[in-house]
């Protein structure tokens, strides 16, 4: 009861000005996306307006908050959206692919960054020194023992695909765009914690960035419990008290899943979604999963 008092009073002193600036950096992180998707779109041979991909992304995080996957029903979603817009079922799912693809780079960023806090953490426990130890070994062991079928795997999908590759100027602004979207995150993430008097440093915000990514690989609707549970535990990590934790991931998970399922909603309902989603994505989830198995 305390606890909760505790939580109540954290939210009802927060710094209402940097929480309207937290939900300007998620709008501007939601168009930035929209920009990604767009370039990609675009590089593929069918240009659609910047507004156009904004809304489908949004209808496909409302997809994606509203079913228990892990990001493929969104993003089947969106592709079906994009046969709506006439782009063809062959581009649609490349420029999947591409947009996956773009989020490599910085997210190994985001991982370096976090790594000292992460590493200091597991040093703290014999055991899970000796799981991250395994896991480590195991995972090189086994890429080491498939690595010629690997290449030959990437070998025929490089052949296959020759009429759905991107130029390097476009991947670059992909994975730019890729960028500023991460840089958003651990900006707004940031912003929201100093509203309850909780300073993070850039690290910091990178390591609890990282923990929800995690969590959110956790089959629930919208990965509830498991995003914000790993928030509450990395605030408290850098020193953050229960009640603060849990307001801040508050804040934080309303204008990251609330806000933006509800905007995708609406997003949806302007795209005229609903009835070709119920025609179409059942059917492209199963096109997706296979030609990801295949890569």
């Not at 089959?219 to 535990?233: K, L, W």
């Amino acid at each position: 009861m305390d606890t909760l008092r505790g939580v109540g009073g954290a939210l009802a002193h927060a710094r209402l000005p940097l929480v309207v600036l937290a939900l300007a950096l998620n709008g501007i992180g939601l168009v930035i996306t929209g920009e990604r998707w767009r370039g990609v779109v675009a590089a593929l041979g069918s240009p659609l307006r910047l507004s156009r991909t904004t809304l489908i992304n949004l209808a496909g995080i409302f997809v994606r908050n509203a079913t228990p996957t892990t990001g493929l029903g969104g993003d089947a979603s969106r592709i079906a959206l994009l046969r709506a817009e006439g782009v063809p079922l062959a581009r649609a799912t490349a420029s999947f692919a591409y947009v996956r693809l773009s989020e490599v780079p910085p997210l190994a960023v985001v991982v370096a960054l976090s790594t000292p806090a992460i590493a200091s953490l597991v040093r703290r426990s014999h055991t899970a020194l000796i799981v991250t130890g395994a896991a480590v070994v195991v995972g090189m062991a086994i890429a080491w023992l498939a690595r010629h079928r690997l290449r030959a795997h990437v070998a025929s999908i490089w052949t296959r695909t020759g009429h759905l590759r991107i130029g390097p100027a476009p991947a670059a602004r992909a994975v730019c765009c890729a960028t500023l979207a991460q840089v958003e995150t651990i900006a707004r993430q940031i912003v929201v914690a100093a509203a309850f008097g909780v300073p993070l440093t850039i690290q910091q915000s990178a390591t609890i960035t990282i923990m929800g990514i995690v969590g959110g690989f956790v089959p629930t609707v919208g990965s509830v419990g498991a995003i914000d549970g790993s928030m509450v535990a990395g605030l408290m990590l850098f020193g953050a008290t229960v009640e603060a934790a849990v307001a801040i991931t508050i804040v934080g998970r309303v204008i990251s899943y609330g806000v933006s399922t509800a905007a995708g909603a609406v997003a949806l309902a302007l795209l005229g979604g609903r009835g070709i989603l119920r025609g179409r994505q059942d059917r492209l989830q199963d096109v997706v999963a296979r030609r990801v198995q295949s890569l």
